[in-house]
């Protein structure tokens, strides 16, 4: 919070920030993602409510996971070379994700 303040996220628990200058720069890190700077302005007894997202959803993991295990396994009884390098796609998918795009990969949204 405007460069000098952090506070620690937990899962499913709200955080309940003051802001003392209007407007604040809010922005979330991982410690390796950081999120563009977010501009908050606000009125007076007016809360805000934000959600903090990644680009990976859970489902996206798993459906990557199923495809990379049948894929290999297709290439792996077949003997089909082209299968078992197809079925590494969905992990090159992710690290592309994860260190190419590292300024969209968390998100703040509004709720």
Known sequence: MNGN???????????????????????????????RPMNVTYA???????TIVCII???????????????YFMGYTSGIIFLRLLSVMPVFYFLFLYYIKRKDFIKIQPV
């Open 5 to 35: 303040t952090i506070y620690p996220l937990t899962r499913n628990k709200p955080v309940v920030i003051d802001m003392l200058t209007n407007p604040t720069k809010l922005v979330v890190t991982d410690g390796f993602h950081i999120t």
């Open 57 to 71: 959803e859970d489902a996206q993991l798993i459906i990557g996971f199923i495809i990379t295990v049948v894929l």
């Open 44 to 50: 007076k007894d007016y809360a805000r409510y934000f």
